[in-house]
């Protein structure tokens, strides 16, 4: 851990080479071309999400970088990733773009990121990252993204008026939560705030995987990919569980986006929802306060584990120096302790990097932290594999639309336990 006067000094240093940064952009923007823009692609366009994407827009400009959006709706990101692809193969990439885990790394492997270790080095990201966070950032040993945020997915967020109306109290195991959603059911609410979208499929299946099977499990099977422990009596309990959350979900689930199932949680409609937590930042826009409006508790069976899902920007290759100078200054803006605060008391999310206070985080942010830091010594920190952390995206992708068949369907616990297995061993 670094102390309070390193910290200072990094600030200072951070901030001495933005200003340079900064003035060979504005040098460099003589040509007609508005050069010192950078074009973002990303999926931030819920009220929350669009305040914390508007902050690094702000940033920006006040270090002189344009910015042109390119926002592609759709939780979760795959509309945004399909965009990408195609722009990126006709040779139009944008400037930046919001890519994580594994796939930074296929990104990298096709030749198209720009290596920003300059920007690194110069402000001395390996000491100020998490060495989990660092290794995702960096191709062949070098830095081409930054990162913005931590995102704990193992999340339930829950409206404590409509537990107590139905004198129901909210589970922390799985076995208990189907019986406290039969007595929300029971009082008219909907138990189980859901959009049947493929991603938000997985995501509540992964929170059932963390908690009916445990941290080593996790790891195991959807980490190392396990055929054992894939194909095992766990996965048939896991499918199990999440068969029975159908009973739940309202009919009108399907195609719902995230954050309007959060809003069924903020008006008293649901009880719970079973997200990450950039749900928290639905809440905030919603004027609602934490502990007494509604209530963030791990997911069912996962206290103390932490599933995480960093948000970052992966850069592309550019071919003028402005572009690339305006690249710089964006990746130096992101990993400012003011920008990591703001940006992710906006997005539900904790700061990425070391040295940030902690004063004006809410309880939901600290216990990601602490869980974030104890996790990480008790080897319950895992990758989200529903958020792109864990696996390639050919594997992920076949995890995911197993999940959702599975949960569309009647399909028995062990017809769902088959087709994981035999889904994965064909993407491997
Ligand atoms: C991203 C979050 C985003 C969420 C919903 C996740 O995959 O990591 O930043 O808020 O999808 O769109």
């Known amino acids: 851990m670094m102390g309070g006067v390193n910290i200072i000094s990094m600030e200072k240093n951070m901030k001495n080479t933005i200003s340079t940064l900064a003035a060979t952009a504005l040098l460099a923007s003589t040509t007609s071309v508005s050069a010192a823009d950078v074009e973002v692609l990303?999926?931030?366009?819920?009220?929350?999400?669009?305040?914390?994407?508007?902050?690094?827009?702000?940033?920006?400009?006040?270090?002189?970088?344009?910015?042109?959006?390119?926002?592609?709706?759709?939780?979760?990101?795959?509309?945004?990733?399909?965009?990408?692809?195609?722009?990126?193969?006709?040779?139009?990439?944008?400037?930046?773009?919001?890519?994580?885990?594994?796939?930074?790394?296929?990104?990298?492997d096709l030749g198209f990121l720009a290596d920003i270790d300059g920007v690194a080095q110069a402000n001395d990201w390996d000491n100020l990252l998490p060495a989990v966070v660092s290794d995702v950032m960096k191709h062949n040993g070098k830095y081409v993204a930054a990162p913005v945020n931590v995102h704990r997915v193992n999340w339930m967020w829950s409206n404590p008026e409509v537990y107590a109306y139905a004198g129901a109290t909210i589970p922390t195991t799985w076995d208990d939560f189907m019986v406290q959603a039969k007595k929300l059911q029971a009082a008219g609410f909907v138990a189980l705030a859901h959009g049947g979208q493929p991603w938000q499929d997985a995501t509540v299946f992964e929170a059932v995987v963390l908690g009916v099977g445990g941290a080593d499990y996790y790891n195991k099977a959807f980490v190392d990919l396990d055929m054992?422990?894939?194909?095992?009596?766990?996965?048939?309990?896991?499918?199990?569980?999440?068969?029975?959350?159908?009973?739940?979900?309202?009919?009108?689930?399907?195609?719902?986006?995230?954050?309007?199932?959060?809003?069924?949680?903020?008006?008293?409609?649901?009880?719970?929802?079973?997200?990450?937590?950039?749900?928290?930042?639905?809440?905030?826009?919603?004027?609602?306060?934490?502990?007494?409006?509604?209530?963030?508790?791990?997911?069912?069976?996962?206290?103390?584990?932490?599933?995480?899902?960093?948000?970052?920007f992966a850069f592309f290759a550019q071919s003028d120096a402005a572009s690339t100078e305006a690249q710089n200054i964006m990746a130096a803006e992101i990993l400012g302790t003011d920008f990591q605060t703001v940006f992710n008391l906006n997005k539900g999310s904790i700061p990425a990097r070391l040295g940030v206070s902690r004063a004006e985080f809410d309880t939901c942010a600290h216990d990601s932290m602490d869980a974030f830091v104890s996790a990480s010594a008790s080897g319950s920190l895992v990758p989200s594999f529903a958020h792109g952390m864990a696996m390639s995206s050919a594997v992920g992708g076949a995890v995911t639309d197993s999940a959702t068949n599975f949960f569309n369907s009647d399909q028995s616990a062990a017809d769902g336990v088959a087709q994981l297995v035999a889904s994965i061993k064909a993407a491997m």
């Open 42 to 108: 990303h999926w931030w366009t819920s009220g929350g999400e669009a305040a914390s994407v508007n902050y690094l827009k702000e940033k920006l400009s006040g270090a002189g970088v344009g910015w042109t959006d390119f926002a592609v709706a759709g939780g979760g990101g795959e509309n945004a990733m399909t965009v990408l692809k195609s722009r990126a193969i006709s040779g139009n990439p944008p400037t930046a773009a919001q890519i994580k885990g594994p796939s930074i790394q296929e990104w990298g």
């Open 228 to 312: 054992d422990a894939l194909d095992s009596a766990t996965t048939l309990k896991v499918f199990e569980t999440f068969g029975n959350l159908r009973q739940f979900v309202d009919a009108n689930s399907p195609g719902r986006d995230w954050n309007v199932a959060t809003s069924m949680v903020i008006e008293g409609k649901a009880g719970s929802q079973i997200m990450g937590d950039w749900a928290k930042g639905e809440f905030k826009v919603a004027g609602k306060s934490v502990g007494t409006d509604y209530v963030c508790t791990a997911a069912p069976g996962t206290s103390g584990a932490h599933t995480f899902n960093i948000d970052s």
